[in-house]
């Protein structure tokens, strides 16, 4: 199957999903070499942040103990509030700043800048936080499941739909 089918087809399941529920995603498995150029990415909302923020699923699902990989695009004066995860997050910075902080409340005076090439890796369970000043995106990979909770319910999209 060609990359551009593969990651077609993983759209579709996100676009199908709606707000992308890791709990309940489906990607399609690859048994052969996946390749994929940045315009063959097909966006859409991720309902498990705030609004604005935009997922192409590349390599998944996100339910199962598999590997994933994601890329996340965020319009400028984006926050995520303080979370964590059930699964080692890696990030790498594709292209803007990504300002990233550690702790159970978003502070953006207590961040480090991630510019493009720039790593960051936050263990199961590390509350952590971000915001961007300009569009930003990033590429996020690990071994799944992956959930996202946030420290303080009242802050998830999903209990506000």
């Known amino acids: ?3 551009s089918s593969i990651v077609t087809t993983l759209a579709a399941i996100t676009v199908a999903l709606g707000a992308l529920d890791p709990s309940t995603a489906r ?3 690859h048994t052969d070499h996946l390749m994929v150029v940045p ?3 097909k966006w859409s909302d991720v309902g498990s942040l705030p609004p604005g923020a935009k997922i192409a699923l590349i390599e998944g699902p996100l339910n199962e103990a598999k590997p994933f990989t994601m890329r996340l695009r965020f319009p400028a004066n984006y926050r995520i509030p303080a979370h964590f995860h059930t699964a080692i997050e890696h990030v790498t910075v594709i ?3 990504f300002n990233m902080g550690a702790g159970s409340k978003l ?3 207590a961040t480090r800048a991630l510019g493009p090439g720039s790593a960051a890796i936050m263990q199961v369970g ?3 936080f971000a915001w961007t000043k300009g569009e930003t995106e990033i590429q996020v990979h690990g071994v799944g499941p992956w959930t996202i909770t946030y420290v303080n319910p009242t802050d998830d999209p999903r209990k506000k739909q």
């Open 39 to 41: 315009a063959e990415l």
């Open 107 to 109: 502070d953006t005076k």
């Open 95 to 97: 292209s803007g700043t």
């Open 1 to 3: 199957m060609k990359a």
């Open 126 to 128: 590390a509350h952590h």
């Open 27 to 29: 990607a399609q498995a």
